[in-house]
C-alpha cells in the first residue's frame, strides 16, 4: 500500500492546472452507454474510479480507448450485455450509474447491489423509486438488482427528494433513462449540482431533448435514438476546492488554473469571510492567498449550490487552526466524520456532537502517523499535513488515488515536500467503496 511522507510548514506558491471532474466523467461514462455511435469525452481524469468505469463498461460491451491527447472515444460493440458483476460494483459505488443507462438503452439491467460505504448508509431506493415510476420493473435478488422496461413510459411526474434532498447519482439514473422513454417525463426535485448538469447537457448533445437543465425541475421529451457526440467534462470544483484549502492553510499563494469559480459560490465565499484572499482572473483563473490564522466560521454542508459535503473535511482540517471556534454540521452524511479522529492525532480540538463538530482553532497541527479512510477524508489529512509541523505520514493512498489525478505531482510543483512511497500493492476490492 502507497503512503505519503509530507514534511510540512512550506507555504505552497505557484499555479496548477485544475482536473476534469471525476463526479461528471462516471455518470457522462455511464450515458456514453446510450449512444448509437461513439463518443469523444475530453478532460476525463485518469483515476482509479474512472479506470473502474471503463472495465465494469467493457463488462457492458463498450469499448474505449485513451488517445494521445487524453480523450477517451467510446463505441458500443455488444448492446446484448446487461450485466455489471459485484467484483466491480464493490469497489465503486458510483457504478450504480450504469442502471438507468442500461435499461434505458438495452431494456434490462442487472447491476450488483453497491454494499455499505464508510462515509455512512448510502441507499438507492430514490433511484429504483424513479425508474419505477418510468414504467421499469425492479427486483432484487441475490445481491443484484434486475431491472426490466422493454418501452419504457414516460408521460408522467415523478419526485426524487429524499430525507437529506435530491440524489445526485439517483438524477443522473433516471434522467439517463428517461431520456429515451416515450412521451414527456417531469422529473421533480431533480439534484442541481454542477456533474448533474454536465450529464445532462452531455445528453442534449447527443440528441436528447431536456428542459430546465441546472434547476429543480427537469421535463424531458423522449426521443427514439441518441447519436455519439464529442464532449469536455467540467473542471473539477472539489479537487479546485482542496487545492485552495492546502493554499490557505499553509499561507500560500496559488493560482488554479481553469477552474469553474462559478460552480464555487460557497466554499469561495467561506474562505474569502474566512480572511482568505480569493481573487478570480479570466478564464478561471483563481488566485488563493493564505495569510494569518483565518477567521472561524459556520459551515454546513447542503445540497448545491450550498456547501459541498465533499469538501467538508478540508475546510474542518483548515478551521483546526483558525483563530477561534468553529461548527461544521453534516447534512447530507450525518456520519461523514471519519477524518475526526485523525485530525485530533494532529493535535486538533474537536468535539463531535451528533451530526456536528466544534472545531475549537489551535495555532499549529502537529505531524504524526494518520491513516486514510475515504476519500476526502484523506484530503483532509493531506492538507493539514502540509500545513502541520514536523513530518506526517498518510497511510493508505489508494483512497485519494481514486478521486484526485497525481495529487502529488500537483503539490511538489506548488513546493510542498511531499513524497509517495510505494508498498505492497493492494487489490483495488480491498477499498471500501466510497
Ligand atoms: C454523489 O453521491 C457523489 N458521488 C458523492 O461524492 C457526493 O458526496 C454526493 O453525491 C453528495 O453530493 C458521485 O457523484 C459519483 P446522493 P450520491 O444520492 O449520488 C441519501 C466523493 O467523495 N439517499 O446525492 O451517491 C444519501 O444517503 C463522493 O466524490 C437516499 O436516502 O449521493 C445521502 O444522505 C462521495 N436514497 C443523500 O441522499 C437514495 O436512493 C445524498 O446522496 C439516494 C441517496
Known amino acids: 500500500m502507497d503512503r505519503f511522507e509530507i514534511e510540512g510548514?512550506?507555504?505552497?506558491?505557484?499555479?496548477?492546472?485544475?482536473?476534469?471532474?471525476?463526479?461528471?466523467?462516471?455518470?457522462?461514462?455511464a450515458a456514453s452507454l446510450l449512444a448509437d455511435g461513439p463518443c469523444r469525452l475530453e478532460g476525463v481524469p485518469d483515476l482509479r474510479d474512472i479506470r473502474t468505469m471503463l472495465r465494469i463498461l467493457e463488462e457492458l460491451g463498450v469499448e474505449s480507448t485513451r488517445e494521445e491527447d487524453g480523450a477517451i472515444?467510446?463505441?458500443?460493440?455488444?448492446?446484448?450485455?446487461?450485466?455489471?458483476?459485484?467484483?466491480?460494483?464493490?469497489?465503486?459505488?458510483?457504478?450504480?450509474?450504469?442502471?438507468?443507462?442500461?435499461?434505458?438503452?438495452?431494456?434490462?439491467?442487472?447491476?450488483?447491489?453497491?454494499?455499505?460505504?464508510?462515509?455512512?448508509?448510502?441507499?438507492?431506493?430514490?433511484?429504483?423509486?424513479?425508474?419505477?415510476?418510468?414504467?421499469?420493473?425492479?427486483?432484487v435478488d441475490?445481491?443484484?438488482?434486475?431491472a426490466e422496461g422493454d418501452g419504457l413510459r414516460g408521460g408522467g411526474e415523478l419526485y426524487l427528494g429524499g430525507p437529506y434532498g435530491p440524489t445526485v447519482t439517483g438524477t443522473a439514473n433516471v434522467l439517463s433513462a428517461a431520456v429515451l422513454a416515450p412521451g414527456t417525463t417531469i422529473i421533480q426535485s431533480a439534484a442541481c449540482e454542477p456533474e448533474v448538469v454536465d450529464l445532462a447537457r452531455f445528453l442534449v448533445a447527443m440528441g436528447a431533448r431536456i428542459e430546465g437543465i441546472g434547476g429543480p425541475t427537469l421535463v424531458v421529451h423522449g426521443v427514439e435514438r441518441l447519436h455519439g457526440t464529442r464532449w469536455r467534462v467540467i473542471p473539477d470544483r472539489i479537487e479546485a476546492g482542496t487545492l485552495a484549502c492546502a493554499a490557505a492553510m499553509t499561507g500560500g499563494d496559488v493560482t488554479l488554473l481553469g477552474?469553474?469559480?462559478?460552480?464555487?459560490?460557497?466554499?469561495?465565499?467561506?474562505?474569502?469571510?474566512?480572511?482568505?484572499?480569493?481573487?478570480?482572473?479570466?478564464e478561471g483563473a483563481l488566485r488563493i492567498r493564505g495569510g494569518l490564522r483565518t477567521r472561524p466560521a459556520d459551515v454546513v454542508t447542503l445540497p448545491y449550490p450550498g456547501f459541498p459535503t465533499d469538501l467538508q473535511a478540508q475546510f474542518m482540517a483548515l478551521l483546526c487552526v483558525a483563530n477561534g471556534n468553529s461548527f461544521v454540521t453534516e447534512k447530507i452524511y450525518p456520519e461523514r466524520f471519519i477524518h475526526v479522529a485523525e485530525l485530533q492525532r494532529m493535535g486538533a480540538h474537536l468535539r463531535k456532537e451528533g451530526p456536528t463538530v466544534i472545531v475549537q482553532g489551535v495555532e499549529r497541527l502537529s505531524g504524526c502517523h494518520v491513516m486514510a479512510s475515504d476519500l476526502r477524508a484523506s484530503a483532509a489529512l493531506v492538507v493539514?499535513?502540509?500545513?502541520?509541523?514536523?513530518?506526517?505520514?498518510?497511510?493508505?493512498?489508494?483512497?485519494?488515488?481514486?478521486?484526485?489525478?497525481?495529487?502529488?505531482?500537483?503539490?511538489?510543483?506548488?513546493?510542498?515536500?511531499?513524497?509517495?512511497?510505494?508498498?505492497?500493492?493492494?487489490?483495488a476490492d480491498a477499498a471500501l467503496p466510497s
Open 9 to 29: 510548514g512550506v507555504p505552497l506558491a505557484g499555479t496548477v492546472n485544475v482536473s476534469g471532474a471525476k463526479n461528471a466523467a462516471l455518470p457522462i461514462l
Open 73 to 139: 472515444t467510446t463505441r458500443v460493440v455488444d448492446p446484448t450485455r446487461v450485466r455489471a458483476p459485484y467484483e466491480l460494483v464493490k469497489t465503486m459505488r458510483a457504478s450504480i450509474c450504469v442502471l438507468g443507462p442500461l435499461v434505458g438503452r438495452r431494456g434490462r439491467a442487472e447491476v450488483s447491489f453497491p454494499g455499505g460505504c464508510v462515509i455512512g448508509p448510502r441507499p438507492v431506493d430514490l433511484h429504483l423509486l424513479g425508474l419505477e415510476a418510468l414504467g421499469v420493473e425492479i427486483t
Open 142 to 146: 441475490a445481491g443484484y438488482i434486475t
Open 384 to 427: 493539514a499535513g502540509l500545513a502541520a509541523s514536523g513530518r506526517t505520514t498518510v497511510e493508505r493512498v489508494y483512497h485519494i488515488d481514486r478521486g484526485y489525478e497525481r495529487i502529488e505531482e500537483k503539490l511538489m510543483r506548488l513546493g510542498a515536500r511531499i513524497e509517495r512511497h510505494t508498498g505492497v500493492a493492494v487489490e
Open 259 to 282: 477552474a469553474d469559480p462559478a460552480a464555487m459560490t460557497a466554499p469561495l465565499t467561506l474562505l474569502s469571510r474566512m480572511g482568505v484572499s480569493v481573487e478570480r482572473g479570466a
